[in-house]
């Protein structure tokens, strides 16, 4: 694993060849009659054919057999993932989660496909438009069975225990602090290491991309030379018990047996890939002078609507920095916000609710619905003596924001016991400071 390679640059045209095969790119074609070392070669579009070219997404992959050989797919009746939005009443409130539980092996192996389960969304796939919060709980590697999401894409944030994911485009290891995208249609098995967990989100109908900087200038937040796609690797190996196909498919999983392994490209070029990144890259900006910045400064990836400055949804961090801010309350501000706001930590400790708020757990405030620090964080910020200070050290938090009302899956509220229902009390100490006497 330490050996893995990598190619740099977010959304670039890139070119692999497996080094045991060389010269297995075609040059100067794409479709020849015959293809190097007799590979089948299959084009991967993530976008229409006639899209502009800085949104036209596609790469072709040199196999040794396509993709379409398999038996038919079947429904897969073990799934937890869902887009039904209206199997249970919404709920207005500001709801937390404490760590979600992970399953113990032996007696209850759980890998990346049988742990995933939906926790929040909006929108639908058939649409194409929409957006998951999905939680994935597992403790044992896939063996002999891969998924691709026929829904849209998914941004990939473990928070305990890494990943190694095998992809038609090669290998990456993601492990806690980094995030990866599979993209939609983009075949990948999950090889994990003991008790594992993390958080996963959905969009339907966009890719991610980075944020425009605006007048920030050409450098700063997510730099693109940081981002990493693997290299091109294969193994042409039979699996006479039968391979699992898994493919997400209109919000359900269904499952087509074939009897050798997907991971067979030889040789790849293209700009849709699979990618990675690493949180401690990015570049923070921040107020250095008065007041706090909007957490939008902190944006790695966005998934844009039609509307200008209008996210599907966004990928924010809150990564260490300093905080010089004069006359100001520094923690998050006080908030009723037009977009859905869902939060997890990853390690560390939330500076506006240093308690209840853990690793592995979660919240969401949804529309319009008030957030913001709790009391203790508010009387001690109130009262701090503001000097340069280092703010979340050792802390990883994040937000999955999006534009749409998002809706609490049944497993969310009930099934999956790990509603924190005492929430709203960490708001309940804060008392009046008017004094109309004393300005």
């Known amino acids: 694993m330490t050996g893995l390679q990598y190619l740099s640059g977010f959304g670039n045209e890139h070119v692999s060849e497996d080094p045991r095969c060389p010269g297995a790119l075609p040059e100067g074609q794409n479709n020849p009659q015959v293809c190097p070392y007799g590979l089948y070669a299959e084009q991967l579009s993530g976008s229409a054919f006639t899209c502009p ?6 790469s072709w992959l040199y196999r040794i057999l396509p993709s379409v050989c398999h038996k038919p797919f079947k429904p897969l009746e073990d799934g937890h993932l ?3 939005w209206d199997e249970i009443e919404p709920d207005p409130n500001q709801l937390r989660w404490k760590p979600f539980e ?3 092996a032996p007696h209850n192996k759980t890998d990346f496909v049988s742990g995933l389960y939906t926790l929040c969304g909006a929108g639908e796939p058939r649409g194409r438009n929409g957006i998951a919060v999905h939680i994935f709980v597992c403790n044992t590697s896939m063996i002999d069975r891969c998924l691709y999401n ?14 190694l994911i095998t992809t038609e485009f090669g ?17 990948f098995s999950v090889e994990v290491f003991g008790e594992t967990r993390g958080y996963i989100l959905e969009v339907y109908g966009a890719h991610f991309e980075l944020p425009d900087l605006g007048p920030i200038g050409a450098n700063g937040l997510a730099n693109p030379r940081d981002f990493l796609v693997p290299v091109a690797w294969y193994e042409d190996r039979q699996v006479p018990g039968g391979y699992t196909v898994i493919s997400k498919y209109q919000g359900k999983l269904f499952a087509a047996q074939q009897d050798f392994s ?15 990144y690493h949180l401690e890259k990015f570049m923070v ?5 008065f007041d706090h910045a909007d957490p939008s400064i902190f944006t790695v990836l966005t998934a844009k609507t039609t509307r200008a400055g209008v996210a599907l949804a966004d990928f924010v961090i809150f990564p260490p920095r300093w905080g010089v801010a004069n006359n100001t309350f520094r923690p998050p501000y006080y908030h009723r916000n037009c977009m859905s706001e869902f939060m997890g930590l990853i390690k560390g400790h939330y500076e506006a609710k240093e308690e209840g708020f853990q690793p592995g757990g979660g919240s969401l405030h949804s529309m319009m619905t008030p957030h913001g620090p709790d009391a203790d964080c508010f009387e001690k910020a109130s009262k701090a003596k503001l000097e340069p200070e280092r703010v979340a050290d050792g802390t990883m938090a994040f937000m999955f924001e999006s534009s749409l009302s998002l809706a609490v899956t049944k497993w969310g509220l ?3 016991n790990r509603l924190d229902k005492n929430y709203y009390k960490c708001w309940e100490p804060l008392k009046s400071h008017f004094n109309p006497k004393c300005k």
């Open 53 to 58: 070219r800085p949104t036209n997404k596609r």
């Open 102 to 104: 992970i399953p113990k």
């Open 414 to 416: 009930q099934t999956s």
């Open 150 to 163: 026929s829904d849209g894409d998914f941004l990939i944030v473990p928070q305990q225990g890494k990943l």
């Open 285 to 289: 900006i921040n107020a250095v002078a």
């Open 171 to 187: 290998k990456m290891l993601v492990e806690p602090n980094e995030i990866c995208v599979i993209q939609q249609g983009m075949r």
């Open 262 to 276: 997907p991971f067979n490209v030889v040789a790849w070029h293209g700009n849709y890939t699979p990618y990675k």
């Open 82 to 84: 869902t887009n039904d």
